[in-house]
């Protein structure tokens, strides 16, 4: 083994070199966030296509776990859920694209109950079976504020039999949701991006991607080549869509046709509409948990003269 | 965030699912090890442009780090130092490509000095520099037994002013090799690969690819699927190696002139002269560690019936 140059997770700019290998080179790739999840796929699969990758430096971890790590300063740009990022916006600047959005039924996250909706009871015993917390929000505020319930909730594993014993409902996110939405077994499924939908008008946006301020500042013709790269890759996503569908199917427990309903389901950018139904959760989300304000015409994104 | 399947590190079967999602897929991407520095460049980069990257679960760590991982069993396929594959080769067996040798100079491994090598004492202080388990036993190789040196080592930081501060001579690996060997300030450097086919007429293995012995008889389909994406990989590498040498430079500390004649002295494969190469160097190493005994038509490959 010789290795010629230390991992790129080795940070701090380098030493100079001497004149023979050439003219000292500082720069570090950018540090970006990776979600190796299947609703996140059609964000990363292009840029395995393009060659983008090796201009990353990519660090793959949990959503939660990499909105953390963007939080903290340990990636330049990633995915954030929504709520994470609207209680650190004034440290980070959205990029406009990719985002995991939906305008109407998402099909994986859904409030799964025993009975009818109009037959919960006042006070239901509520699991919240998902490490999401944009999700959870959601379907607390739905819950409290659409429906007028005051829940109790509890905290369970993510599937759909330790979240339904001795509660009345549970709000089910991810792989499990999507599953259920496909097998319900009797069971009422509610898919709570299309009741957001019903009750705003609006799209619901799940999570975006942010660039930390200061890096922005730094490096802002770097966050445009990420940004670039991360558009290139969702449009060879779509563009090869069958494609993605075919490689996923090989490791996913989805038949094609449902993998190709669901990444048709997602969208992954930010139009007009979805900034309007970030807003609209950010004003919601205040009663929850503390956000920064965002302006009237927040929130603040990156620009790169595109 | 709505993570609708686990990361791939979550591993065990899946449960099974009902007929409206289509049949059960207990599929697990196979767990492949990712080298990120600059001498595995060439096998990695074609990875990312054509596509075959999302079909791994990919790994990156440190060389000493994914030797370990693989021979505990936490990596399916991966790349290992010369030197633990010898110690672990029961377990193991080998995949023909990639790999990492030098048939001659490899430029990255070197013995520097502050003297020439003729008027190095009996029993010269010497810094080993570096991790690097195979480039390290090759230096002492080359002191103990061609030069007829008793050396006195010591362990330092892997860079030179450290390596040679109260020291006749260190054995310098990588990115700080490859430095020195441009632009080596009045020191002696003595190219470690090209000394041992001076010595020996044959190649120097640094680094070999392994599959578990276990893993491969279990899934022989998907090891022969990552064999093949590697050996794509290196050749669209050699193909497109300006592409390769264009994206080096712009984050490594080289000019493209040196990274372009760097990848031209590396070799990614193993040929019957580096199989001879590699049983010459495990015939020696038993002087030095613990390494399992190779038969004679060793060492043990996976079959794919390529």
């Known amino acids: 083994m010789t290795p010629a140059t230390p991992p790129p997770s080795r940070d701090g700019p380098r030493t100079p070199r001497g004149d023979t290998v050439g003219a000292v080179n500082n720069a570090r790739r950018p540090r970006v966030g990776h979600i190796a999840f299947l609703n996140c796929m059609p964000i990363y699969w292009g840029l395995a296509r393009t060659g983008a990758l090796l201009e990353f430096d990519l660090r793959r971890d949990a959503p939660d776990e990499l909105s953390r790590l963007l939080v903290e300063g340990s990636l330049d740009i990633g995915p954030i859920t929504l709520v ?26 859904n409030l799964v109950s025993k009975v009818p909706l109009a037959e919960l009871p006042a006070a239901p015993r509520v699991s919240l079976a998902s490490f999401s917390r944009t999700g959870v929000l959601l379907g607390k505020m739905l819950l409290e504020e659409r429906y007028g319930r005051t829940p109790e909730y509890r905290v369970t594993a993510p599937d759909l039999d330790s ?81 993605v569908v075919a490689s996923a199917a090989r490791w996913e427990p989805f038949a094609p046709a449902a993998l190709a309903e669901y990444f048709d389901r997602l969208q992954f950018g930010l139009s007009e509409r979805h900034l309007a139904g ?12 503390e956000v920064k304000d965002l302006s009237p015409e927040g929130p603040e994104f990156f620009t790169s003269g595109l």
Not at 170 to 177: R, Y
């Open 84 to 109: 994470e990022y609207l209680r650190h916006s004034d440290e980070l600047l959205l990029i406009p694209d990719p985002a995991v959005a939906a305008d109407g039924p998402v099909l994986s996250v």
């Open 163 to 243: 979240a339904l014993e001795g509660a009345d409902a549970a709000v089910l996110i991810g792989d499990e949701a999507l599953r259920v939405h496909h097998d319900p077994q009797g069971h009422h499924v509610l898919d709570l991006a299309a009741e957001w939908k019903d009750w705003t008008g609006l799209p619901m946006v799940f999570a975006v991607w942010a660039v930390r301020r200061d890096y922005a500042q730094a490096h802002p013709g770097l966050v445009k080549d990420v940004h670039l790269a991360f558009r290139d890759s969702v449009r060879l996503s779509r563009e090869e869509i069958d494609a």
């Open 278 to 289: 970030l807003r609209e959760f950010a004003s919601r989300a205040a009663r929850y948990t």
